[in-house]
Structure formats: structure tokens, C-alpha cells
Nanobody, 117 residues
Framework: VQLVESGGGLVQPGGSLRLSCAAS????????MSWYRQAPGKERERVAA????????NYADSVKGRFTISRDNAKRTVYLQMNSLKPEDTAVYYC?????WGPGDYWGQGTQVTVSS
């Protein structure tokens, strides 16, 4: 199983980024997908999640109204659209896949997002 994140980078406050996570070697439509982030010196926190079907989503309070998670099961890809970015959004962002039918739980390698002027 492989999860490959992309789309991170340096952006000014108020700007936008779109992260992607492409999955391989798993039945993508059987996995709930999440985005987590970890800032230096802080614990990893979940920022957004989407159900296997894509019907249900939930967000951390800190990103509600600014971030949108979505998925394309045909492309085996989950996205995180991040708008109105703030310096406190700076972190390494990780993609997570969790099997709704079994113990499978996988992580990507992470992509750095830096919000700075």
C-alpha cells in the first residue's frame, strides 16, 4: 500500500493550496480517508476526514469554513483544498487511510505546508 501526498509548499497568509493524496494497492472505496497535520513541537492532529463513500465529512474547529476535503474514488485520490491560510496552518500534512472492514491503517510520507509572508 502506498499513499503519496503532493501539493504542499510556501504560501502567503490568505492564500490557498490544494493537497492531493494518491493511493495504490488498496480498495480505495473501502477506506475512510483523513488529513492530519503536525507542527514542530506539537502532537499530530486530524484536520479533516471523509467517509469511504464520500457522503460524510468532518473538520477540526480550527479549519472549519476554510478547508474542504473531497475524494475521487475513480482516481483513488483524496484532496484537501485549503483557503484563507494562516501562519498557524504551517505543518507537515499527512494523508491517512483506514479500512472500514478491517485493521488496515496506512500513512503517507507527508508534505510540508508553510504559510509565511
Amino acid at each position: 500500500v502506498q499513499l503519496v501526498e503532493s501539493g504542499g509548499g510556501l504560501v502567503q497568509p490568505g492564500g490557498s493550496l490544494r493537497l492531493s493524496c494518491a493511493a495504490s494497492a488498496l480498495t480505495f472505496s473501502s477506506y475512510g480517508m483523513s488529513w492530519y497535520r503536525q507542527a514542530p513541537g506539537k502532537e499530530r492532529e486530524r484536520v479533516a476526514a471523509i467517509s469511504a463513500s464520500g457522503v460524510r465529512t468532518n473538520y477540526a474547529d480550527s479549519v472549519k469554513g476554510r478547508f474542504t476535503i473531497s475524494r475521487d474514488n475513480a482516481k483513488r485520490t483524496v484532496y484537501l483544498q485549503m483557503n484563507s491560510l494562516k501562519p498557524e496552518d504551517t505543518a507537515v500534512y499527512y494523508c491517512n487511510a483506514r479500512d472500514i472492514w478491517g485493521p488496515g491503517d496506512y500513512w503517507g510520507q507527508g508534505t510540508q505546508v508553510t504559510v509565511s509572508s
